[in-house]
């Protein structure tokens, strides 16, 4: 993969650990963001002891998530 590719990657990786980490301050959750590029895409992950609430019933929480962090990424 092109460096430039990379170097765009990591800076949308970069957009949604910042907004996810807005959005873990505004909930007071307690949470340590992991950032990788894996194949062809940013990846953050949400670590922590207790994020339940970030997953829902069903996952419905995180598929939310997931989108609002894409739109914040290509806004």
Do not use: C, K
Not at 45 to 51: E, K, Y
Not at 52 to 66: K, S, T, Y
């Amino acid at each position: 993969m092109p460096s430039s590719r990379v170097a765009q990657l990591e800076s949308e990786g970069d957009i949604a650990a910042d907004y996810l980490e807005e959005l873990l301050d505004i909930a007071d959750l307690d949470g340590d963001l992991d950032m990788d590029v894996e194949g062809d895409r940013a990846a953050v992950s949400i670590v922590g002891a207790d994020l339940n609430q970030l997953v829902g019933r069903d996952g419905e929480v995180l598929e939310a998530l997931q989108e609002l962090t894409r739109l914040a990424v290509y806004r």
